[in-house]
């Protein structure tokens, strides 16, 4: 029997309601266990695949597995059941300005498990150094404050499969650690597959096992993308290809 992929993009096409194309023919497997970003310019598609992996928006053609179950098939309670292995964080994450911390990283357990909120709200919120923060209003918070509250309400049903965007937004580099001590806890212990959206790869802290590169809705190879930011003369007179293939982000800078 083979490997079931912790998610996998199958020649997937996404139209926006005005029939621009979002995602053409994309297909990205994601390893179990794994930390994978989504790299490229804005509006290159990384949001997207967020997006579908998360079951907020269906392809137009192709097909989106999360553990070897087509979403396109579930019917409400097998979502429902999804929506606890899944989170997503989002830069703004529809984040209640007027409830307290607390009640903004409960949300996913009190509609799912209400009798553990007390106790893992607390706990995560101590991992993410948000303890004195938990009975203030949402409003309250400064900016990287509701980054930590964000990520504080993805992790409290410990997900399976962990969906972030742009994870250092706004960050300094000893927030991003403490983000990213959080994740990579996960992945070692439970074995939390995460994907992350971000610009160019260059992801500070959080580690990161591959990168795939998105520009206009399609997949570029890296030596195409790497190519275009060099000098194509140097390169044919016989610049050494491993120079540009390194597996670091910076090499694509």
């Known amino acids: ?22 995602l053409d023919e ?11 970003a989504i790299c490229g ?26 553990q070897g179950v087509d979403l396109a098939t579930l019917g409400y309670e097998a979502r429902r059941r999804m929506h606890l292995r899944v989170a997503l964080v989002f830069e703004d994450g ?5 409830r307290t911390v607390f009640e903004n990283v409960a949300l996913p357990l009190l509609y799912h498990r209400p009798a553990e909120a007390e106790a893992k709200v607390r706990e995560v919120a101590a991992e ?20 930590r509250a964000m990520l504080a309400r993805a992790l409290v049903l410990e997900p399976e499969l962990l969906l972030f965007d742009d994870p250092q937004q706004g960050l ?26 971000d610009h160019d790869g260059k992801l500070g802290p ?13 997949l570029v190879d890296r030596l195409s993308r790497l190519l275009s930011r060099h000098d ?14 390194g597996d670091t982000p910076e090499s694509a800078s």
Do not use: N
């Open 128 to 147: 993410l150094e948000l303890e004195g923060h938990l009975d203030q209003p949402g409003a309250a918070l400064t900016a990287t404050a509701r980054r």
């Open 94 to 98: 529809g984040f209640w300005s007027t």
């Open 232 to 245: 194509r003369e140097d390169f044919e007179r016989g610049l050494p290809r491993d120079s540009l293939l």
């Open 41 to 66: 310019p804005t509006g290159g598609g990384k949001t997207t695949v967020l997006r579908l992996l998360s079951g907020l928006i269906r392809p137009t053609g192709g097909q989106v597995r999360v």
């Open 1 to 22: 029997m083979g490997l079931t992929l912790a998610a996998q993009l199958s020649d997937v096409s996404v139209l926006d309601p005005l029939g621009g194309l979002l």
């Open 172 to 197: 300094l580099p000893r927030e991003a650690r403490v983000l990213s001590s959080a994740i990579e806890r996960r992945r070692k212990e439970r074995g939390m597959t995460v994907v992350y959206a």
């Open 26 to 36: 994309v297909s990205i497997p994601v390893l179990p266990g794994e930390a994978l």
């Open 206 to 218: 959080f580690a990161c096992d591959h990168r795939v590169f998105l520009e206009g809705g399609r």
